[in-house]
C-alpha cells in the first residue's frame, strides 16, 4: 500500500468552540508551526443532530489518521500472510477514497 496521504497530519483532536466542535491539527506551515488550527468543525443546528451525536462524529473525524494508517497496516500485514478475500478488497477501496485517488464506493460483491 502507498504511505502517501495528502491530508493534514495527524493527530487530530477536538475542541469546543462558540459555534460548535473543531477538529484541529498543528499547523504546518513556518508562520504558525506547532500551534492548532482548525481544519473541521462539526455542529448540531436548533438540536438537529443531538449534542451527542455532533460529539461522536467529531470524535471520528479526529481518529480519521489514525484508523487510516492502522487500516493500512492491516492491509500489509494480511498482503504478507498471501490472504485475501472482499473485506480486503473493501479495505484496498476505501483507503483509495480516504486518499483520494478513487470516488467510487467499496463494492461489497468485489471478490480479490
Same mark, same amino acid.
Given at each position: 500500500?502507498?504511505?502517501?496521504?495528502?491530508h493534514?497530519?495527524?493527530?487530530?483532536?477536538?475542541? #469546543? *468552540?462558540?459555534? &460548535? +466542535?473543531?477538529?484541529t491539527a498543528?499547523?504546518?506551515t513556518e508562520?504558525?508551526? !506547532?500551534? %492548532?488550527? /482548525?481544519?473541521?468543525e462539526v455542529?448540531?443546528?436548533?438540536?438537529?443532530?443531538?449534542?451527542?451525536?455532533?460529539?461522536a462524529?467529531?470524535?471520528?473525524?479526529?481518529?480519521?489518521?489514525e484508523?487510516l #494508517? *492502522?487500516l493500512? &497496516? +492491516?492491509?500489509d500485514?494480511?498482503?504478507?500472510m498471501?490472504?485475501?478475500?472482499? !473485506?480486503? %478488497?473493501n /479495505?484496498?477501496?476505501v483507503i483509495?477514497k480516504?486518499?483520494?485517488?478513487?470516488r467510487?464506493?467499496?463494492?461489497?460483491?468485489?471478490k480479490e
Open positions: 500500500m502507498s504511505n502517501k496521504s495528502s493534514t497530519p495527524g493527530p487530530y483532536s477536538v475542541l #469546543e *468552540a462558540v459555534s &460548535g +466542535l473543531q477538529i498543528k499547523a504546518q508562520q504558525y508551526q !506547532g500551534q %492548532a488550527v /482548525a481544519i473541521a455542529r448540531s443546528w436548533d438540536g438537529e443532530p443531538p449534542i451527542n451525536q455532533v460529539r462524529n467529531a470524535d471520528l473525524f479526529a481518529a480519521a489518521p484508523l #494508517e *492502522a493500512k &497496516g +492491516l492491509v500485514e494480511i498482503g504478507r498471501d490472504l485475501g478475500g472482499p !473485506g480486503v %478488497a /479495505a484496498k477501496l483509495a480516504a486518499e483520494g485517488s478513487s467510487s464506493e467499496p463494492d461489497k460483491h468485489n
